[in-house]
């Protein structure tokens, strides 16, 4: 089955301007997680979308921001972009359901650079 | 707040020596704890362990959980130079809050040479 597909993969954006990425996770799943990898800070998550449902979110501004489709696509945008956003965006796609044994599967990112 | 320390940060061997990559954890509310290896972009899935003292294998990769000790490792053997990568630790926690959400450690980069 097809994996997780991220677009586009890579970016360059000037500060102050705002950018959206796209997440298609695996088929069947409706959990889809965001995550910035930066060399300082590693990966860290932004917020999780299940069931078009925002269920969690991290320690990141309301700059940043997400939403999910019905079909379980999802993007997560990023307003007044700022130098330190520049980034790995990392996306994972789960099954999302109750499950001890679930894992995540990412995607491989959209490289995001600001100047 | 959930801490996840991995150890060492780097790593240079030479093929066919084996390595042992650590990671501790501080959570609350432990689920499961899961191993990534990345190498370009993508974090590709390894091992999830859930149970303390069952040794999960995949070919020259093995892992171990103790629950008690609050650590992981992560076993390479006959290392070869394909092994080079960053390999990922992650804790994922029970709970309402916890919904996709995974804490990473530093990571550790390993480096194989010929």
């Known amino acids: 089955k097809a994996g997780v597909t991220q677009t586009p993969r890579y970016l360059i954006k000037t500060r102050g301007q705002q950018v959206t990425l796209s997440c298609s996770p695996i088929?069947?799943?409706?959990?889809v997680s965001w995550y910035q990898q930066t060399p300082g800070q590693g990966l860290q998550f932004l917020f999780e979308?299940?069931?078009?449902?925002?269920?969690n979110k991290g320690n990141f501004p309301g700059r940043f921001s997400g939403r999910q489709f019905s079909n379980s696509r999802s993007e997560m945008n990023v307003s007044t972009l700022e130098l330190g956003d520049s980034a790995l965006y990392l996306c994972?796609?789960?099954?999302?359901?109750?499950?001890?044994?679930?894992?995540?599967?990412f995607g491989s990112g959209t490289r995001l650079t600001v100047v | 707040e959930d801490k996840v320390v991995q150890s060492p940060l780097s790593l240079v061997v030479h093929e066919g020596d084996t390595v042992t990559l650590n990671c501790s954890y501080e959570v609350t509310n432990f689920r499961s704890l899961l191993w990534y290896k990345q190498e370009k972009k993508a974090p590709t899935f390894l091992f999830m362990l859930t149970s303390s003292g069952i040794e999960k294998k995949s070919g020259r990769l093995s892992s171990i959980l103790d629950k008690k000790e609050l650590f992981s490792i992560l076993n390479i053997t006959a290392t070869q130079t394909g092994d080079s990568a960053v390999y990922l630790c992650a804790v994922s926690v029970a709970g309402g809050t916890s919904y996709g959400k995974l804490t990473f450690g530093q990571g550790t980069i390993l480096t194989v040479h010929p």
């Open positions: 088929s069947g799943h409706r959990s």
């Open positions: 979308y299940f069931s078009e449902t925002q269920r």
């Open positions: 994972a796609s789960s099954p999302g359901t109750a499950s001890l044994n679930y894992g995540y599967t």
